[in-house]
């Protein structure tokens, strides 16, 4: 992201609640501490998100993948099954690896928000459905076998999300496989499997 010059107020907030609650949790951060980290007052904050919660809520949903994933469904499949999945699993591993600070709060915090556990759970929904969708479309173009897409979408889905948490913490916990290696080799034996 730019510089904090650069930033809108919004932004400000968004960014310092993150880095804040990341740190010491959601219920180790007051909302006056969030706004001097952002440089901005307390009155501010509540002026623009009401609550520390709506700031949390909103910071995850500016933060997420989905958005960006919808783009790239849109806009750059060439619908050939593994150039495909592959900008599909390196997107998503930009995406969440840029967004780290923020899946780690949504793993931490879910108990401690009402709402929040189903509030998380909507980006990776919505990524099955469109996933879904897309390897319908590639089985009615003849480019993928006859396949149940939901849980072909659940398979690519809990791949890429295994090797991203395996991560979470520490990268190193099999040093002698890089992210890369693994995404074109698991991407190979995905189109493997599913090319007619």
């Given at each position: 992201?730019?510089?904090?010059?650069?930033l809108s107020?919004?932004?400000?907030?968004?960014?310092?609640?993150?880095?804040?609650?990341?740190?010491?949790?959601?219920?180790?951060?007051?909302?006056?501490?969030i706004a001097?980290?952002?440089?901005?007052?307390?009155?501010?904050?509540?002026?623009?998100?009401?609550?520390?919660?709506?700031?949390?809520?909103?910071?995850?949903?500016?933060?997420?993948?989905?958005?960006?994933?919808?783009?790239?469904?849109?806009?750059?499949?060439?619908?050939?099954?593994?150039?495909?999945?592959?900008?599909?699993?390196?997107?998503?591993?930009?995406?969440?690896?840029?967004?780290?600070?923020?899946?780690?709060?949504?793993?931490?915090?879910?108990?401690?928000?009402?709402?929040?556990?189903?509030?998380?759970?909507?980006?990776?929904?919505?990524?099955?459905?469109?996933?879904?969708?897309?390897?319908?479309?590639?089985?009615?173009?003849?480019?993928?076998?006859?396949?149940?897409?939901?849980?072909?979408?659940?398979?690519?889905?809990?791949?890429?999300?295994?090797?991203?948490?395996?991560?979470?913490?520490?990268?190193?916990?099999?040093?002698?496989?890089?992210?890369?290696?693994?995404?074109?080799?698991?991407?190979?034996?995905?189109?493997?499997?599913?090319?007619?």
């Amino acid at each position: 992201m730019s510089s904090s010059k650069n930033l809108s107020s919004k932004d400000k907030l968004l960014m310092a609640a993150i880095d804040l609650i990341a740190a010491r949790g959601y219920n180790g951060v007051t909302t006056n501490e969030i706004a001097v980290a952002a440089g901005l007052s307390e009155k501010t904050l509540f002026r623009h998100f009401g609550s520390k919660q709506n700031l949390l809520e909103s910071a995850f949903d500016r933060f997420h993948y989905i958005e960006e994933m919808k783009k790239l469904f849109n806009e750059k499949l060439v619908w050939d099954l593994e150039t495909d999945l592959l900008l599909i699993s390196r997107t998503y591993h930009e995406i969440m690896n840029r967004n780290r600070k923020m899946i780690q709060i949504s793993i931490k915090e879910e108990g401690n928000m009402p709402g929040f556990r189903e509030r998380t759970q909507q980006q990776p929904q919505q990524l099955m459905d469109i996933l879904s969708e897309y390897f319908t479309e590639m089985s009615e173009k003849g480019k993928l076998i006859q396949t149940n897409p939901e849980v072909q979408a659940l398979s690519f889905m809990m791949m890429n999300f295994g090797a991203f948490m395996n991560d979470l913490e520490s990268n190193d916990n099999f040093p002698t496989v890089s992210l890369e290696e693994f995404i074109s080799e698991s991407v190979q034996i995905f189109t493997r499997a599913l090319t007619p």
